[in-house]
């Protein structure tokens, strides 16, 4: 069965204070992995899509990084609205439409 | 740009009650997809759908079904409420082929009295 763990559960920074966030995981064959931020009684908002080990993907003060086991989002320089949960998906090489096999989050609090 | 559309947005309905959730994904994706997320929990799958029909099925209760409809929108009709049922609910859509991204909606929330 696919799982997917996420660490640390939370996380308070310093604006301007960098970090990394870690997704480990298991999975049947890989199609993608998937980080998504998720604001509190909202839906996850797609952030980057990761297919291969050694791929690397970047959106403003965000980095998501792949390898075999685990992915990275670093996070540098943040500020204060970059705080939210961040998921960690995956979804296996089984058929068209196949699930989202998520993590618990990390919970992220950027203060000033 | 056009998200992904719910309705409605906030349901409150008592034990033992019926409710129909309603999901219009993005013009032009042909994937539908349910996940169920309670409190402090990860959004959990349900069911999908990959042009109208079922694609794979997760931990969707007997008392739930879902069908997607010929102009692609989907409803989750859920019977026999139970007070456990309450949580949010998304609608995630995609183009399956195409990254396999899902787009998800701004969830319905249901809460079961």
């Known amino acids: 069965e696919d799982q997917v763990t996420q660490s640390p559960e939370a996380l308070r920074l310093q604006e301007g204070e960098s970090s990394s966030l870690n997704c480990s995981y298991t999975v049947s064959g890989l199609r993608g992995l998937f980080w998504y931020r998720q604001d509190p009684g909202k839906g996850p908002e797609f952030l980057f899509t990761l297919y291969s080990a050694g791929e690397e993907k970047e959106k403003e003060r965000l980095k998501a990084t792949l390898t075999k086991k685990e992915s990275f989002l670093h996070i540098t320089a943040p500020k204060p609205e970059d705080s939210a949960t961040y998921l960690c998906?995956?979804?296996?090489?089984?058929?068209?439409?196949?699930?989202?096999?998520f993590g618990t989050g990390t919970r992220l609090q950027v203060t000033l | 740009a056009a998200g992904v559309i719910q309705s409605p947005r906030h349901l409150i309905k008592e034990k033992r009650e019926t409710a129909t959730l309603k999901c219009y994904p993005i013009p032009r994706h042909d994937t539908v997809y349910w996940y169920q997320q309670g409190p402090g929990q990860d959004p959990q799958f349900l069911i999908s759908?990959?042009?109208?029909?079922?694609?794979d099925k997760g931990s969707i209760p007997d008392r739930f079904s879902a069908q997607q409809f010929s102009d692609y929108h989907s409803e989750l009709n859920m019977s026999s409420l139970e007070l456990g049922d309450s949580a949010l609910y998304f609608c995630?859509?995609?183009?399956?082929?195409?990254?396999?991204?899902?787009?998800f909606g701004p969830g319905t929330r249901l809460t079961v009295l």
């Open positions: 759908f990959y042009e109208k029909m079922q694609s």
């Open positions: 998906a995956v979804q296996a090489i089984t058929g068209t439409a196949s699930k989202l096999t």
């Open positions: 995630a859509s995609g183009l399956a082929g195409a990254g396999n991204e899902q787009f």
